[in-house]
């Protein structure tokens, strides 16, 4: 029997009428889970008296008895003398299939502590644990692979394994727990990986003929997503499948078990992509000390002991739990390896995880190749390598070369004050640091505004050793959170500038002479930061440098500026306010989007800023919940911007990781003059005429969810939409049909033939009114408000502008995010129009004080085209690129024979759900996929010729 379970948590909530003493630590026990129709568990009090156990059915008391049974595993733990335990049959309590609520509580001296509230149902000889309802679960029946079905589920934010009951020709075939790991489900970001299922078809419908198969989760009758599926399988799969079950047995009995008895670990995902991460614990409570393996080979211990919100959430060990470790860059060398955790000193193995991609992104010779690199990837690591060395001996210079500059050719004395703020919360132990690190400032013109958030302890006693006038100090006497607090401080201070400086970081002494005089020296900036050195606790190494160019839309999916390397002027504050302090954490990457919002903000590449994780117990950054503090920030975005849901079911969405049901937001921030509300008002409208080409393939609700965005977001009068059907099937021909009919403004042309994208998309500009500007947008996308006439503006305001392109907004958990923006979350919808793998950043047109972006190529799933550029290049050469390469042939057409720019604007947003037409037409025509999208040739009989280089 397990002790140490992962703790669930139910929304359910125990309805019995009989009031309930409140929770006290002085009871202690846990729920372990079913043995068939057995419950199980333990409880006894912290002194290991006997407890009674009460046990409730749907609110109403179901029996009372003591726990006292005894458990050898109790025994070796030190649970007393084992003798408190607990079982109890539910077979005849529960009713077949219908779903009910049970109670546990424990109860000593009229104290109670509940052990577990959960819904659970009775399944022939098995009961299993379900949600209380279904709204948020989700899963995913899979093609049928050889003699097994497979598949994912899961349930919404619980911890709770789905059951699932499969049914082949509605007769239920087998039970069981969506608990299996697969490494495709964990990098996608649907789960930690342990989501999946796979059951061997039952050998008597092995016959050749057609079946039907369908799975819903126990308890109810709600279907996985892609059910049901048919399939037809032969006695020969059956016997070509024995030698691999053989070797698969061979490999279990050879294993070495893990130990999940006396242990519970896991080993997650690389963190950014180099550091290896997870959590371990044992019975004790104490940190334990893990050592980390890769394909065997040690490559260091550490103590699991570090905070994680999440943990604390699943209750492991109140959260602490959590170890990271760097290992050497010669590992990674673009192969996939094994990881496996081991208990120090015993070698008992705890966890593994295999085929980890080791990658080696960074892919820079020098400075120059670092920041196009920068742009999408923020951090790199010690041991530093020799093209790292390049880059941070660049920087250095920088630093030198900026601080002679000034001290030769500038009077110090003409920057302007810079406040300081630096609120302090129990930090007498480490604020002397930070202190001495201002008071060492080569640039004297500053004040320090220390705000002390109720702490309690010395600290005031430490700040007043310091006699400097230019120390502040203000004691809040209650504790009302860092948001709070620096915003006193920004209240009291009278700096031009302003920057800030936690109580467990320091600055490099250059740090506020350098950063106010490249402001100066910059006015169209309204604000800047560094780079920054990365430390664990009072290391004197540090561990990686964090630095990059700024990627306005990256800044969106996940915060990379460290408010301890951040300057900006007064006026910022005095527009917009100080820091949200309805938000516990994450308030400062609210207050970078906010203020970065209009300009972005200058890149200094000087190392000045010195920041060090853990240090300090009342570290907010340890002590509270990411996740809760994500979701608070999301819901803060949402209450301020108009959003609208896709589900999956309503778009006939083929999920390839991407999550059809996330909230679709309109920019939470974008400058006044294209933002929605100017829009809705009047205030911004469409100012020319323009021609939509859409080209539409059997995706039917998809495409009527595209064109119902662009007539919602367009104005009739100046806007038509074409749209080219290439061959589809009755029903999205026939929606076509009905917009053309129905709207005025809509034309339509029916192609006999698919000949591709390129060649439709020149039928539609054909189409289109002379005098009218080109948009060239999938039948995939999804526009947003505003969306024509942020393009528009960079037409009338830019020079020398051929093509404009919108965010490429994918879906959260789409597959191929990373592949473009390497450092980017998945969980969290990510803009990849300047993208990494297209490698379209033109980085000599970058640092300005403006965040439209110069491209040298952009996928033409959305592009805003000039007509004066379809009169000077012509239309897309079909010829040369059937399907793909059009694009990218056409704008290099644009930048080298037009000499026009290609700019790419962040206020202009439209999803993309992602290769749906594609899809569609691999499932209908493998032979026409092939020919149009694997060799993007023509063949046979055509309209066109093979160029000589494709022969």
């Known amino acids: 029997m397990d002790i140490i379970k992962k703790l669930t948590r139910f929304r359910s909530k125990s309805s019995c009428s009989e009031a309930l003493p409140s929770l006290t630590p002085d009871l202690i026990g846990n729920f372990d889970g079913f043995e068939k129709t057995v419950l199980n568990g333990w409880a ?154 796979s059951l061997k078809i039952p050998d008597n419908y092995l016959d050749d003929k057609e079946h039907k198969v369908l799975v819903k989760f126990v308890g109810s009758d709600v279907l996985l997503r892609g059910c049901p599926k048919k399939f037809k399988i032969s006695q020969k799969v059956k016997s070509k499948n024995i030698n691999d079950i053989i070797q698969s047995k061979k490999k279990e009995v050879l294993a070495e078990p893990i130990d999940k008895k006396n242990y519970r670990a896991a080993i997650d995902k690389l963190k950014n992509g180099r550091i290896i991460c997870g959590w371990a614990t044992d019975f ?69 995880r295999e085929q980890v991609e080791f990658v080696n992104n960074n892919k820079y010779e020098d400075y120059s190749e670092y920041l196009r690199w920068s742009y999408f990837n923020k951090e790199f690591y010690a041991p530093f390598t020799e093209n790292d060395k390049r ?135 309204d604000s800047s930061y560094c780079a920054q050195y990365l430390y664990i606790s009072n290391t004197d ?35 917009l306010g100080g820091f949200d302090v309805n938000l516990r954490r994450l308030v400062d990457w609210d207050m970078l989007i906010r203020y970065t919002e209009r300009k972005p903000p200058l890149v200094v590449p000087a190392l000045l800023s010195n920041y060090y994780y853990n240090d300090g117990e009342e570290t907010i950054t340890v002590s509270e919940s990411l996740n809760k503090a994500l979701e608070g920030i999301c819901d803060k975005w949402r209450t301020q911007n108009e959003y609208y849901v896709l589900d999956h079911e309503s778009i006939d969405f083929n999920h390839d990781g991407g999550d059809a049901s996330s909230v679709l937001l309109n ?38 969810a595209c064109v119902d965005s662009i007539l919602s977001t367009t104005d009739s009068d100046l806007t038509e939409l074409i749209i080219i059907d290439n061959c589809s099937d009755d029903e999205t021909i026939g929606l076509v049909r009905q917009y053309a009919e129905s709207n005025k403004n809509v034309k339509a042309l029916y192609n006999t033939y698919n000949y591709g994208f390129t060649h439709a998309v020149n039928q539609g500009i054909e189409l289109a009114d002379s005098d009218s500007n080109i948009i060239l947008i999938n039948n995939d996308a999804i526009a947003t408000e505003g969306w024509i006439e942020a393009m528009e503006a960079v037409i009338d305001t830019e020079d020398d502008v051929g093509i404009v392109c919108p965010q490429q907004v994918l879906l959260s958990k789409t597959r191929t995010m990373n ?95 992602h290769q749906q037409s594609t899809s569609s037409l691999k499932k209908k025509s493998d032979v026409q996929y092939k020919e149009i999208f694997t060799s993007n040739t023509w063949v046979g009989d055509s309209i066109y010729s093979t160029p000589i280089w494709e022969l």
């Open 284 to 352: 004790s409570g104490k940190p334990l000390e893990v050592e980390i393996f890769v394909d065997n080979k040690s490559v260091g211990k550490v103590v699991a002991g570090a905070f994680r919100g999440d943990l604390k959430d699943a209750g492991i060990n109140d959260g602490i739990a959590a170890f990271e470790i760097m290992p050497s860059p010669a590992l990674f060398d673009n192969s996939k390896k094994s990881i496996t955790l081991r208990v120090a000193n015993t070698g008992v193995l705890i966890a593994t």
């Open 44 to 197: 006894t009090t912290i002194d290991y008296n006997t407890v009674n156990l009460h046990i409730y059915i749907n609110g109403e008391t179901l029996d009372v008895l003591e726990s006292s049974l005894f458990r050898q595993d109790l025994l070796n733990h030190g649970i007393g003398n084992g003798n408190h335990a607990f079982s109890y049959d539910l077979s005849t309590c529960l009713e077949e299939g219908r779903p009910t609520l049970v109670d546990i509580y424990s109860e000593y001296n009229g104290k109670k502590k509940n052990l577990a509230s959960l819904w659970c149902v009775l399944k022939g000889q098995f009961v299993y644990q379900v949600p209380d309802n279904y709204e948020s679960s989700d899963g995913h029946l899979d093609r049928v692979q050889g003699d097994s079905i497979r598949g994912w589920a899961v349930h919404g934010k619980s911890q709770l394994p789905p059951n699932l009951e499969i049914f082949i020709d509605d007769i239920s075939v087998g039970v069981l727990s969506a608990n299996v790991y697969r490494s495709d489900l964990k990098e996608a970001g649907l789960s930690d990986g342990y989501s999946g299922f």
């Open 541 to 575: 190494k540090p561990y990686a440098v964090r630095f990059g160019l700024f990627n306005k839309q990256l800044l969106m999916n996940r915060n990379y500026i460290d408010m301890n390397a951040f300057m900006h002027r007064r006026s910022l504050y005095q527009d």
């Open 819 to 913: 592949q473009h923006v390497p450092w980017a979350t998945v969980a969290r919808e990510l803009d990849v129009s300047v993208s990494y793998h297209h490698d379209n950043l033109v980085l000599s047109e970058y640092q300005k004080a403006s965040h439209l972006v110069d491209l040298n190529f952009v996928p033409f799933f959305c592009v805003y085209i000039p007509r004066s550029i379809i009169e000077s290049v012509g239309l897309l050469d079909a010829e040369l690129g059937r399907h793909y390469r059009s694009d990218r042939l056409y704008c290099n057409a644009v930048r080298h024979f037009a000499h026009k720019r290609i700019v790419y604007t962040p206020f202009s947003k439209v999803y993309h759900l």
């Open 391 to 525: 880059v941070l001996s660049y920087m250095d210079w920088f630093r030198k070369k900026t601080v002679a500059d000034l001290v030769n050719n500038l009077a110090l004395d003409s920057l302007p004050l810079v406040s300081i703020v630096m609120p302090t919360y129990k930090r007498a132990g480490v604020i002397a640091k930070a202190i001495d690190s201002v008071i060492a400032q080569s640039y004297s013109n500053w004040e320090l505004i220390i705000v002390d958030d109720g702490g309690n302890d010395n600290t005031q006693t430490v700040v007043a050793k310091y006699n400097d006038d230019r120390v502040k100090y203000y004691d809040q006497k209650v504790n009302k959170g860092v948001s709070y607090a620096r915003n006193v401080a920004l209240q009291m201070s009278v700096g031009e500038l302003i920057c800030y400086l936690d109580s467990d970081n320091t600055w490099h002494e250059d740090y506020l002479l350098i950063m106010a005089a490249q402001l100066s020296q910059n006015p169209d900036f």
């Open 667 to 704: 920019s939470p921030y974008i400058t006044p003059d294209v933002c929605l509300g100017n829009y809705k008002s009047g205030m911004l409208r469409q100012k020319h005429k323009t021609s939509i080409v859409l080209v539409s393939y059997n995706i039917p609700k998809l495409f009527s």
